[in-house]
């Protein structure tokens, strides 16, 4: 059972920048696929974006270009730089672990963490 941690969330003006990582108990952590999902007061959890083994990347329109996630294998972490950020931004951010057939979708992944807050203020 491969357990997920989060860390570096807080509270930020907007067009700030903040950096999430998320830790891996176990390898192979380099198998896995690696998501990033945020979920909102009120909302449902969405897709933020996700790196592959190889280190190729995927994002939602709505951080193209403002979000960028990346791995390194030998710390089995994983992290997502968060830049220019906006205070519809505000959310809890989770990472997942596993193969999923479609990146986008939730129920794809096997492995959950359990979130660090990200609150944007304008």
């Known amino acids: 059972q491969v357990q997920l941690v989060e860390s570096g969330g807080g509270l930020v003006q907007a067009g700030a920048s903040l950096l999430l990582s998320c830790v891996a108990s176990?390898?192979?952590?380099?198998?896995?696929?690696m998501g990033w999902f945020r979920q909102a007061p009120g909302k449902e959890r969405e897709f933020v974006g996700r790196i592959i083994s190889s280190g190729a990347t995927y994002y939602a329109d709505s951080v193209k270009g403002r979000f960028t996630i990346s791995r390194d294998n030998a710390k089995n972490t994983m992290y997502l730089h968060l830049d220019s950020l906006k205070p519809e931004d505000t959310a809890v951010y989770h990472c997942?672990?596993?193969?999923?057939?479609?990146?986008?979708?939730?129920?794809?992944?096997?492995?959950w963490g359990q979130g660090s807050q990200v609150t944007v203020s304008s």
């Open positions: 176990e390898p192979p952590f380099e198998n896995y696929a």
């Open positions: 997942a672990a596993g193969s999923p057939v479609e990146a986008t979708i939730r129920g794809h992944y096997d492995y």
